[in-house]
């Protein structure tokens, strides 16, 4: 890209950053060699003439999508081996430049369906199933999720009944609300799907082959065929087909899938760690935890989603930002870049921040998910817990922050923000389901609740509390050390004092209800709100600690250092300025260090203005994932909007066909069928 074809206000911009973007950005990547790598990747990807003919997402049918999905899926499939992509990260940096917020029609195949049978299956099982899984002749997805239920899975209600006569499972759909509903890929593309259902034993085998469930051990996971592997028919006491038109996801066939006594073999009950034995004695797992694995790497791959569906977000509105000018601020003078508004700022700069803390927690999350999957495989399951809740927490908490944050950062982009030519409708339709699948982000927080509570229980036993949450047991300070510095070491000391005092009043809440006569589920009920806030300060807290501990140990030059810490500090001072009420309730904080918070924050927008477009052009969004006429890295916005408008398919022809069946009519009155109405 020439400096001439930049937008002069946004090659203005680059030129007064205070930092090398290229520092930051071998920073956020590993250092320069995989940055090296994943430009390569998206080079190649972005030149390919195969993708450059395809119809435009916004302007394609949901049939069109889909067909789209799964033919960017075959060359995808053929380009791995071809541009020698190794590994899951170039798999991802290719596929997120030819396939951005399109989750293709056979991701599930590979993020859950594989990983269920590799992590859940026996050796046996995944010699079975595994080599036709990758080579694709098993095509296969995830169905969990029912119509009537969802997040709570022991209320899950189709049922695998063993039949130790034949040695086989029977499985159906008992109910209208147990057919299952939402799994992707269900509808028309996979042939096997991976069912999560109530395992019954000991039942009584009764004429025509019906049998009477006998004795429940809960939620397990089965192998079924759906489609012939022949001609893709389905299957006898199969139902299967697509759930309809979606708010977004057009490249995926979510479906439904109702079961009519189906039998499948035993062994194609997922048995590495609980079991049923050929006379239908049932072996529990050692731990229950150990079926976490998958929900953990689910969920730690969610909050990388959050940071890069924010980041992008970011990437469009600040540039745009920075190349729109609007109104005057003195009579006849220039218009200024909206970007100077402070009003802009406060919108933008904290989202900012808040997807540079998104990524930290996402490499976080990914560096645990990895470790923790080493220790399941050894049997070392006493960090699990923490995990899980953890792990909960954050798909809850991100991915929340992440679709809000989308939201504004279109407002900020006036009216063209609301045009797929923005870019910004696709990146929030993509991620704004994250707040509802793998467990809707409320429950999610109550789960982590849950652990919290035994935490301050042990606590209170006088237990020693693992990791993070030991801060739970520090005896806490009455009055914060905040002071005009405004320094990470107050902050987070504030951060733990609004979690701790959130949590305790949570606990006590329940403690009291209990003493008064009231059941613990009724009680919990009662406290779920204060248990929410309780979570959701935890979480709010990892992200900064979390944030704060990458800063101080940050290998990047001190320029870069200097402006990540205050992107640090932004995101820190401003969450406590947005959640005011819970660090004021108990007097910790004074009316003057508020003070100091909110004077902290706007001469925090002051340093990070010169450099804003800088810090999002440090996250390397090529022009060919944003597809965003505003966000584009060369600012010519409004020669972009005027294309894209003119490649509109309605504008294909001067006169629309409606002209003739609709308009003329009205215009001719006398001739027309309206005249009668």
């Known amino acids: 890209m020439s400096e001439q074809s930049v937008n002069a206000d946004l090659a203005k911009e680059r030129l007064n950053a205070t930092f090398d973007v290229e520092n930051l950005t071998n920073l956020i990547y590993g250092g320069p060699e995989k940055v090296e790598r994943r430009r390569q990747i998206h080079k190649v990807a972005g030149e390919d003439p195969f993708y450059k003919k395809l119809k435009p997402w916004s302007y394609c049918s949901v049939e069109e999508q889909y067909e789209n999905g799964l033919a960017k899926h075959n060359h995808i499939k053929e380009s791995v081996d071809k541009l020698e992509l190794n590994g899951f990260e170039d798999l991802y940096y290719y596929k997120s ?16 369906f594989i990983p269920t049978i590799e992590q859940q299956g026996t050796a046996e099982q995944k010699e079975k199933w595994l080599a036709s899984a990758y080579s694709e002749e098993i095509k296969g997805t995830y169905a969990q999720t029912e119509m009537g239920h969802g997040t709570f899975l022991r209320g899950l209600e189709t049922t695998a009944t063993y039949d130790p006569k034949t040695k086989e499972f029977i499985l159906n759909s008992p109910t209208l609300t147990s057919i299952k509903y939402w799994p992707a890929a269900l509808g028309k593309t996979t042939n096997h799907c991976v069912v999560v ?67 499948i073999p035993r062994d194609n009950m997922l048995m590495r760690y609980s079991k049923v034995l050929e006379d239908g004695t049932y072996i529990k797992p050692k ?309 100091y918070l909110q004077k902290a924050m706007f001469k925090l927008f002051e340093v990070i203005r010169p450099n804003a477009v800088a810090l999002v052009d440090a996250f390397d969004i090529p022009d060919q994932v944003l597809q965003s006429c505003l966000g584009r890295y060369d600012g010519q916005v409004y020669q972009a909007l005027y294309d894209y408008a003119k490649m509109a398919p309605m504008n294909q022809t001067e006169i629309h066909s409606t002209y003739y069946t609709h308009l003329r009519p009205l215009m001719n009155p006398e001739t027309s069928n309206y005249s009668k109405l």
């Not at 430049?97 to 859950?112: F, I, N, S």
């Open 197 to 263: 259902a109530q395992l019954y034993t000991q039942g009584t085998c009764h004429v025509a082959q019906l049998y009477t469930p006998g004795t429940c051990h809960g939620i397990h996971t089965f192998m079924l065929q759906t489609r012939s592997l022949e001609d893709h028919s389905v299957l006898p006491g199969i139902e299967v087909g697509v759930i309809g038109n979606k708010f977004g996801f057009g490249t995926n066939d979510n479906g439904y899938l109702k079961i009519t006594n189906v039998r």
């Open 287 to 595: 731990n229950s935890k150990v079926s976490y694995g998958v929900m953990v790497y689910i969920r730690s791959m969610i909050v990388k989603q959050a940071f890069q569906a924010l980041a992008e977000a970011c990437v469009i509105s600040i540039r745009y930002s920075a190349v729109r000018r609007q109104s005057e601020t003195v009579p006849g003078g220039i218009e200024p870049q909206i970007l100077d508004y402070q009003t802009q700022q406060y919108r933008l700069f904290p989202l900012l921040a808040t997807a540079y803390a998104l990524y930290f927690a996402g490499n976080y999350m990914s560096t645990a998910y990895s470790e923790g999957s080493q220790k399941i495989e050894k049997g070392q399951l006493e960090e699990l817990p923490q995990l899980h809740a953890l792990s909960a927490g954050l798909k809850a908490f991100t991915s929340y922050a992440a679709s809000a944050g989308v939201e504004v950062c279109r407002i900020c982009c006036g009216g063209h923000g609301y045009s797929h030519a923005s870019g910004l409708p696709k990146i929030y339709v993509s991620v704004v389901p994250a707040c509802t699948y793998e467990g809707e982000n409320t429950v999610m927080m109550l789960q982590v609740a849950r652990y919290l509570m035994k935490c301050y229980k042990d606590k209170q036993q006088g237990s020693k509390l693992p990791g993070f949450v030991s801060y739970i047991a520090e005896i806490p300070e009455k009055r914060s050390c905040m002071d005009e510095h405004v320094s990470f070491n107050c902050l987070v000391k504030a951060y733990k004092h609004r979690a701790a005092r959130l949590i305790e009043e949570a606990a006590k809440q329940m403690q009291s209800l209990i003493q008064s006569g009231s059941p613990a589920h009724e009680a919990w009920n009662k406290s779920s709100v204060q248990l929410f806030w309780a979570a959701n300060a935890h979480c709010h807290l990892f992200c900064v600690q979390n944030f704060v501990e990458n800063v101080e140990r940050s290998s990047g030059n001190s320029k870069t250092n200097e402006v990540l810490k205050a992107v640090c500090q932004l995101y820190s001072v401003h969450g406590i300025l947005e959640n005011l009420g819970e660090f004021i309730h108990d007097g910790f904080l004074s009316a003057q260090q508020v003070d």
């Open 97 to 112: 430049c030819v396939t951005p917020h399109e989750p293709g029609p056979l991701d599930v195949h590979y993020g859950m």
